[in-house]
């Protein structure tokens, strides 16, 4: 079975995604590559997007009804302004449950960790990716932490990801204790400004983040 396969497998059954009417004819020029790539036409169409393992893992879907589903709104907003000609040509189609993304450019799918601007190659194409992904599930998706906050806190609503009270970047741990649920679009406001303040900071120079 391929990995994209098996992943649209994995969905979440209480998010029932709209169904996919294809992609629009301004899709390229919001998407880039990541509108062209065969495999992700494919996932779309059997599945407009979806959560798994816990709602760790989030691929976006089109549509417009759920912005926070919605790749093309995924892709737009004010955070990425923070980081200029670095994200130049990469749009982003999922994301793991501290809201670092996975994107696309140029035929080549990365990560992403919004608080230190880090893109890393994962693959070649949405099956690369889903093949990079399903080589490392707990790693790549953080669905072992969504699985114990559900556990103590119930399921992440759909619209949030998980947000790190004192940043990663900062020392921040990888622990409930230091974890809260915010709207997609709040914790990216909130490690973009991390990102921000510290990208040009000398080592052990003091930072104030606002939360």
């Known amino acids: 079975m391929k990995a994209t396969d098996w992943l649209a497998a994995q969905a979440d059954p209480e998010f029932i995604p709209a169904p996919f009417a294809g992609m629009p004819a301004d899709a390229e020029t919001a998407l880039g590559s990541l509108a062209r790539d065969a495999d992700y036409q494919a996932f779309l169409g059997a599945r407009n997007g979806l959560y798994a393992f816990a709602r760790g893992l989030h691929i976006y879907g089109l549509d417009d009804a759920k912005p926070y589903h919605d790749a093309h709104a995924r892709n737009r907003g004010a ?6 000609p670095l994200l130049e040509g990469t749009a982003f189609f999922a994301e793991d449950v501290f809201g670092n993304a996975f994107g696309m450019r140029a035929g080549e799918a990365f990560s992403f960790d919004p608080e230190t601007g880090k893109l890393e190659k994962v693959g ?17 998706t ?22 790190p009270i004192k940043p990663f970047v900062l020392g921040g741990e ?20 991390i990102y921000r303040k510290i990208k040009d900071l000398p080592e052990g120079a003091k930072v104030e983040i606002r939360s």
């Open 142 to 163: 953080g669905g072992g932490v969504a699985k114990a906050y559900a556990a103590a806190n119930g399921p992440i609503d759909w619209d949030c990801r998980l947000s």
């Open 124 to 140: 070649t194409g949405f099956r690369g990716w889903a093949d990079y992904l399903v080589g490392d599930l707990g790693y790549a």
């Open 79 to 84: 955070w990425r302004a923070a980081y200029g």
């Open 174 to 193: 990888f622990a409930l204790a230091n974890l809260r649920a915010l709207p997609w679009d709040k914790n990216s406001e909130l490690r973009s400004e």
